[in-house]
């Protein structure tokens, strides 16, 4: 039976997390995965979507203030737009049509380390900096500000003591790809 949950990832780099989300998509009944907009032509995220059939299509700026993107979106009923590691700010007007419906994931556990310019190796780089002994990912709507939206999960893991922002990233990611999925689940499941 074709599911009736539809999202779409908006992606900026690579796009490990919209690997995970569209493997777990593929054996959940929970939701569908119908597009992938990536904010550059050089995103691997894109052939990811080519290799699983999806829409897939390069976003700029301007598609995100004109009415085109925002007018396709609305018509085909999409239940949520998942920043995946999406790095351009979302125009007030684009994110008005679909308040409540646009979720991001941030590196860090909210509100620390967050906020403009914070993003990839930059976050953990914070985090060890400040000697915290926990990091993980965070998962809010998204707002007007910037990583400011209200949270709807948080999962922490350790920060070691021999930690290098590298290897921090690397244990953070694997919590985002595990907690990204079953988050968005969670929040298409009356
Ligand atoms: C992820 O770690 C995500 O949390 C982060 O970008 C990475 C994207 O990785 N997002 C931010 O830092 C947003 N402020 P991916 O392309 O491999 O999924």
């Known amino acids: ?33 119908v597009a992938i907009y990536a904010s550059s032509p050089k995103s691997q995220a894109l052939l990811l979507a080519k290799e699983h ?54 590196p860090s556990l909210l509100p620390e380390h967050g906020g403009a310019g914070m993003y990839g190796i930059r976050v953990h780089e914070a985090v060890i900096a400040a000697n915290e002994k926990k990091s993980g990912c965070t998962i809010h709507y998204v707002d007007q500000g910037y990583d400011t939206g209200a949270i709807i999960a948080q999962f922490s893991c350790d920060v070691m003591p021999d930690d290098t922002p590298a290897s921090l990233a690397a244990r953070v990611l694997k919590l985002e790809h595990e907690s990204l999925p079953k988050t968005i689940e969670q929040i298409v499941t009356p």
Do not use: W, Y
Request: with cysteine; glycine share 8%; aromatic share 8%.
């Open 1 to 33: 039976m074709k599911k009736e949950v539809k999202i779409v990832l908006f992606v900026s780099g690579k796009g490990s997390n919209a690997n995970a989300v569209i493997d777990f998509s593929l054996k959940s009944k929970a939701f569908s995965v």
């Open 53 to 106: 059939g999806l829409h897939n299509e390069c976003i700029t700026d301007d598609d995100l203030l004109g009415r085109a993107l925002f007018e396709r979106l609305n018509d085909q009923s999409i239940s949520l737009i998942v920043l995946a590691g999406f790095l351009r700010k979302i125009p007030v007007s684009f994110l008005n049509g679909f308040q409540g419906k646009m979720i991001n994931i941030h």
